[in-house]
């Protein structure tokens, strides 16, 4: 089956710093990934879509220059917390969709990646 | 995408059938409904979705009321692994972006 694949599964960095979250399909190709967010005790929020090729979508409240999506091939995307702060602190998890499947919209979604901001 | 509300959290004694309802009252005819669930620090799995008829797989069994407005989701011989929280969403198919609204999910407790 369709797997997608986060690295690092968590991290710990300096206030100030930035962090890249990588996300890859390993046995499928998508032209669309999507990146969440969640805190403690609470429901995934969608960050943003990320295309394949082209700039990401990003849902509304979420700031673009702050969370920079780069999806460069058909089997991975990366999110950079830039200048990270406390408050990014979070659990960001990735999904795909696999490229030309038709029908339902079945996402296979990463393991997810802890960040702490200290 | 029509909104869907479930239970915050329900309880299952081990070993027995886990009955997961969601109401959907506003889905629209070419929208589907797709149940997730997330096991506590992991990312959300898939489990069943289905348009209008029942469905079944190796997970689980999804039933849909004829007026499609409700759904149920059976884990038919729950386990303590069951215990999640399990996510109901209205989505169209194909021909779309394919993004995924979470709203708040059911909490499954199975006990021993």
């Known amino acids: 089956g369709a797997v997608v694949s986060q690295h690092p599964s968590w991290v710990i960095c300096k206030s100030g710093t930035s962090v890249k979250i990588e996300c890859r399909s390993l046995?499928?190709?998508?032209?669309?990934m999507f990146w969440y967010r969640q805190f403690p005790k609470q429901s995934l929020m969608l960050m943003a879509t990320?295309?394949?090729?082209?700039?990401?979508?990003?849902e509304q409240g979420v700031e673009k220059d702050k969370f920079l999506i780069n999806h460069a091939s058909l089997t991975l995307s990366t999110l950079t917390v830039t200048s990270a702060h406390p408050e990014d602190s979070s659990f960001y998890i990735c999904?795909?969709?696999?490229?030309?499947?038709?029908?339902?919209?079945?996402?296979?979604f990463g393991a997810g990646s802890r960040l702490t901001v200290l | 995408d029509a909104k869907t509300t479930q239970p915050p959290s329900m309880d299952c004694a081990e070993g027995r059938a886990a009955n997961l309802p969601c109401n959907h009252s506003?889905?629209?005819?070419?929208?589907?409904v797709y149940w997730y669930r997330q096991i506590h620090s992991q990312g959300p799995q898939y489990i069943i979705h289905?348009?209008?008829n029942n469905e079944t797989n190796e997970m689980a069994s999804l039933i849909i009321t004829e007026d499609r407005k409700s759904s149920t989701l059976i884990l038919p011989h729950a386990t303590l692994r069951d215990t999640a929280v399990y996510y109901c969403?209205?989505?169209?198919?194909?021909?779309?972006?394919?993004?995924?609204?979470f709203g708040q999910g059911t909490t499954l407790q199975v006990k021993p």
């Open positions: 046995d499928f190709q998508a032209t669309t």
């Open positions: 506003t889905i629209s005819g070419n929208e589907y």
């Open positions: 990320s295309n394949e090729g082209s700039k990401a979508t990003y």
């Open positions: 999904s795909a969709r696999a490229s030309g499947r038709t029908g339902a919209n079945v996402l296979t």
């Open positions: 969403i209205v989505r169209l198919g194909s021909g779309n972006t394919g993004k995924l609204i």
């Open positions: 289905g348009l209008k």
